[in-house]
Structures are given as C-alpha cells and as structure tokens.
C-alpha cells in the first residue's frame, strides 16, 4: 500500500503514512469485530438455551457491548497483594499484542495487506504462538492457586496443540507450493471448486483437524480448560478486573478472527465468492474490487467465528487428561498422515482423477450442506397442536389444556 | 538518518536493554519476560533485513516454545511464589569476565568481516532455502534432524511413566 501515500508524502514518510493507517485499519477491524463478536456470543448462547440474550440496549441490544465496556472502564483496576505487579499488569498487553500482529500479514484482498510478507502463513502462526506467553504470565504472576493452575494447563495444552495445528498448514502449503498467503489467495480464483479444502480427500480433513486445533489454540470451549469456572472459578483471569480484564477478550476475539482468516485464505479461497470467474481488483480497478473482497473475506472469518461460538454453546468441556490425549493420541498422528498422504496424492494420483476427486467433494459437500438448510426449513409433516408439549410430553396436560382454576392439579 | 538507520536504532537499542534487563532482574519469571523482550527484538532484526522465515522461526522456537517452556518449569518446581536469585561477589565477576571476553572477540570477528554492500533487489525467499536444505546441505540438515530425534526419544524415554510391578 506504500505506493498509494508516495504521491502524497515524500520517501520515508510515505512508509510511515501506510504503516500507519494499516495499523489503524487493522485495529479498527479488530475492535470493531470484538464488539461485534461479544454481542453475537451473548445472543448465540441466549437462543441455544432458549432465552432472548441482550435486548434493552440500542436495537437488538446491539450496543451491549459498549455498556459492558463503559462498566469496566469505571470499575477498579487492582492487583492483589501478593501478585508480582510489573508482570500482573504487564500479561494483558502481551496477550493482546500477539493477537493482533498475526493480522499484520493477513491479506483482506488481492494487494490488500498491511505488510507483505513471503512466509506469510509461517509468521502469522509464530506471532500467534506467542498470545499463551501472556497467558502464562497472568496465571503466574497473580499470586493464586487458580490463576496458577489455569496458567500451567494454557502452557500444555497450547503448546501441544501447536504441533498439529503447524502441520494441518502444511498440507495446504504442499499443494500451493508457497508459504505467501497473498500468492494462496490468488490461486484459489474461480469457482469454489478451486478451493485447496475440496483440492483432494486429504485437504479436506486437514481443514476439519485445522479448525479443531485453533478452537483449541484459541481456548475456545470445549477446550477452555484454562478458565473452567466449575472447577477454577475463572482460571487466568480470576484476580482481574475491569479494562485490563477486557485485553484479554479483546486478545481471543482477535485471535480467534486471525485463526478463522488464515483457514479461510489457506483453504476456503480467501478473499473470492467461489462464483465469478475472474479476480474483482483486477476486473474493477483496485478499491472497488478490494472492498468487495474485503467484504468476502471478513463474512467468511464471521462465518467461522460463528461456527466456534456455536460449537462453545452446543458442547461439553472435555477433562484436561482429555483435552491432551486427544491431541497427542489422535491429532498429532492424524495430522502427520494427511501430510505423507497429500505429498504421495501431488506425486502418485494422475491429473485426471485429481479433477474427478476435486468435483465429487467439492457438489457432495455443498448438495450436503443444501440438503441440511433444506431440512431445516421444512416445516415438521405432524406440528404439535398449540397449548400442547412435543415428543415424550404429548398428551401430558399443561396449564393451557387443564386450567387450574378448574381441574386444579391432578 | 534513513528510515532504516533509524528503525534499526530504536530496535537494537531495545533489544539491548531488554537484554541488560534479563541479566541484571533478580526474579526469574522477570528475567524469562525480559528474555522475550530480547528475542522479540532479535527477530524485529531480521524482519528489518528482509529476512522473513528466520525471524518467523526465531518467533515460533524461542517465544512460543522455548520461553514457554522456560516458565512452564518454574512454575512446576518454584518452591515460594516468586523464586528470587541471589548472586555472590564472586559469580559476578566470573560472569563479567566472560561476558567481557565474549563481547570481545564478537566485536573483534565483526570489525574483521567486510560488510557487503546492500543490493536492491529482493532477497532469496524460503523456496531457495528448502531447496539449499534437501540439496548442497542434505547431510548437515539430515544430522541435525538425526540429533533433534534422538533427544526427543531420549527426553520421551527418561519421562515414561515408571510402572510398579504390581505385588
């Protein structure tokens, strides 16, 4: 994006402008997703167990958000007593950092990233390897037995799963060819039957074990262990408060959109629909092209954020022992088996099956996916009648069948 | 001053502080936080000088696992909350001397070496590198993988689970 501010200011401040307003942008899109994201969370789990979530505040209680927010700037922020203060302070921060600088080579569009990187995808799972030192350091330097306990099992447990949460981005890589997101953004144009995640059998699991591990690499439930609150009353974060309490959501929101951004542009075609045939910066011209490719690919970092809160909301917490022997006894080898698999299917499989392989997966998952909306919105053929109770309950009597003014209980 | 001379300075100076701050910190959890510091700063450096992959590995080996790790066992075998060191007169001058010394001779090797002029063009990226790896350095690569697997192996087999025969 240098060029654009070189007509504007002279060499070094161009530079210095373009940083700048990336780093702006960016952090406005972070924020304002967060904000977004909070809100959705609240509303997702409210209708999973069937209540109505936030509704007093702006439409839709869309501004709950930032009611909680004002709440938590004017709340006291301390540290306890025994709690190492430089690092107590300092652990938020860190935390929030590392989730934000994984948006650095995250390209929203063809030519639009903030730093163009050549190992792009290596670097974004480097920098977002370093959100559990802040972590750590929290439960560490809180002075508490819970903080402590949730802080060890952030350390295992995220380290662990960095191992095949590297190698899922592998697979992919071995079929691109290259570690520049940009470069796999521009390969997957054209239908969505170019996407790496219907490239072959092996891709398409790699994206399923993929998306595990960064819900787990995120401390998304059902992997949260390091905040079980039935068993840590709230883990690393126990002995905070107000805003600094809020760096760390601030740092999973973001982490959870870098992770969701780098498996839509490693697998699911990045910034294309996957239904016009052409590249639309090229087609358009750069920004108007760019700001619907932009729009593409943070609709499909939502659609992924919003698979995660639904899993939050739909499934039990594993148990820690769990949580590590799936990774270790099941992900780990998995992962290592899609990628010999995805080298021997580049080496061994001819160009033809390949497209055959491609096309099946490819209309068998969306025919799937349009089976299953189909399904969800076709009314039940025998609808309970009104006032009485579904399934098991049919036939029970409620206080709209038997009034208790005059049967009274039974 | 450029642009670069001045992101370098800021940059060195930082990471140069951070490392006086590893050294001179008495708590350990401090030193491990300054530590990062110190690494992060290193692969601010390479960035600096366009090399992309080493400093994305400098991030992945030292901060992500390394330090990670490095807090992980304090935090498993501190026997207080905050383990503090304490350094005698004596490992203070040992440590100077060597530090010295060290620096010394880095200095020395660095001064020898005649810096190349910087081109223009854009740096090899990671694809000559794996090339460079599986071809004139496949020995070298393949013994340090060998070394990497036998310590892996070895750390698995002194940390197996001890079985009791059961009486």
New interface residues.
């Given amino acids: 994006m240098p060029e654009v501010w070189s007509s504007i200011a002279p060499h070094?401040w161009n530079?210095?402008a373009a940083g700048a307003a990336a780093a702006g942008l960016l952090f406005a899109f972070v924020g304002g997703s967060t904000f977004l994201a909070i809100w959705a969370e609240r509303k997702v789990s409210a209708r999973v167990q069937d209540r109505l979530g936030p509704t007093r505040v702006g439409p839709f209680g869309l501004l709950q958000s930032l009611a909680d927010g004002i709440k938590l700037i004017a709340k006291e922020d301390f540290a306890p007593d025994?709690a190492?203060r430089?690092?107590f302070r300092?652990a938020p921060y860190?935390a929030f950092c590392a989730a934000f600088c994984g948006f650095l080579a995250l390209p929203f569009g063809s030519g639009l990233v903030a730093e163009e990187?050549?190992?792009a995808a290596?670097?974004v799972?480097?920098?977002l390897?370093?959100e559990?030192?802040g972590v750590?350091?929290a439960?560490?330097?809180s002075?508490s037995k819970w903080a402590?306990f949730g802080?060890?099992r952030e350390?295992?447990q995220?380290?662990s799963y960095?191992a095949p949460r590297a190698l899922c981005v592998v697979v992919p890589v071995c079929v691109a060819g290259t570690?520049s997101l940009t470069a796999f953004g521009r390969q997957q144009v054209g239908g969505f039957w170019n996407w790496y995640v219907f490239h072959d059998p092996f891709t398409f699991l790699a994206f399923l074990v993929f998306f595990v591990t960064a819900t787990a690499g995120c401390k998304r439930a059902p992997f949260d262990l390091a905040e079980a609150e039935s068993e840590l009353v709230a883990g690393f974060h126990t002995e905070y408060s107000g805003i600094r309490w809020s760096y760390f959501f601030l740092a999973e929101y973001g982490s959870m959109f870098a992770v969701s951004g780098l498996a839509s542009l490693l697998f699911l075609g990045g910034w294309h629909t996957g239904v016009l045939p052409f590249e639309p910066a090229e087609r358009y011209g750069y920004w108007v092209g760019n700001v619907l490719n932009a729009g593409v690919f943070i609709t499909k970092c939502w659609v992924l954020v919003l698979v995660m809160i639904w899993m939050r909301w739909s499934l039990p917490r594993l148990r820690i022992d769990q949580v590590m022997e799936t990774c270790l006894r099941y992900l780990l080898p998995t992962a290592c088996g899609l990628l010999v698999g995805v080298c021997l299917w580049q080496l061994a499989v001819p160009a033809a099956v390949g497209e055959v392989v491609r096309f099946v997966l490819a209309f068998g998952t969306l025919a799937a996916m349009l089976m299953l909306f189909a399904s969800l919105l076709t009314p039940d053929g025998d609808p309970t009648p009104r006032g009485d109770l579904p399934g098991v309950w049919a036939g029970r009597p409620t206080p709209l069948t038997h009034p208790l003014s005059r049967g009274g209980r039974r | 001053m450029?642009?670069p001379v001045a992101l370098f300075a800021v940059v060195a100076t930082a990471t140069a502080v951070s490392a006086l701050g590893v050294v001179l910190s008495q708590?350990i959890?401090?030193s491990a936080?300054w530590l990062?510091f110190t690494l992060?700063g290193v692969a601010v450096l390479y960035f600096l000088l366009g090399a992309?992959?080493l400093?994305?590995?400098q991030?992945?080996v030292y901060?992500?696992?390394t330090?990670?790790?490095v807090?992980?066992g304090?935090?498993?075998t501190a026997q207080g909350?905050?383990d503090t060191l304490t350094t005698r007169p004596a490992e203070w001058a040992v440590g100077g001397t060597l530090g010295v010394a060290l620096f010394a001779l880095l200095a020395h090797a660095v001064m020898g070496v005649e810096a190349k002029p910087a081109g223009d063009g854009p740096l090899p990226?990671?694809g000559p590198l794996g090339v460079a790896f599986l071809g004139d350095y496949l020995l070298p690569f393949e013994i340090v993988s060998v070394h990497l697997l036998v310590v892996l192996i070895g750390a698995a087999y002194l940390a197996r689970a001890k079985r009791r025969a059961k009486p």
Avoid: C, K, Q
């Fill in positions: 070094p530079l210095v025994g190492d430089f690092l300092l860190l990187l050549d190992a290596f670097f799972l480097a920098v390897s370093g559990v030192f750590i350091l439960g560490y330097a002075a402590l802080g060890i350390a295992a995220v380290v960095e570690l | 450029t642009l708590r959890v401090r936080v990062l992060v992309e992959f400093g994305a590995a991030l992945v901060v992500g696992g330090l990670v790790l807090v992980f304090i935090m498993l909350p905050f990226g990671t």
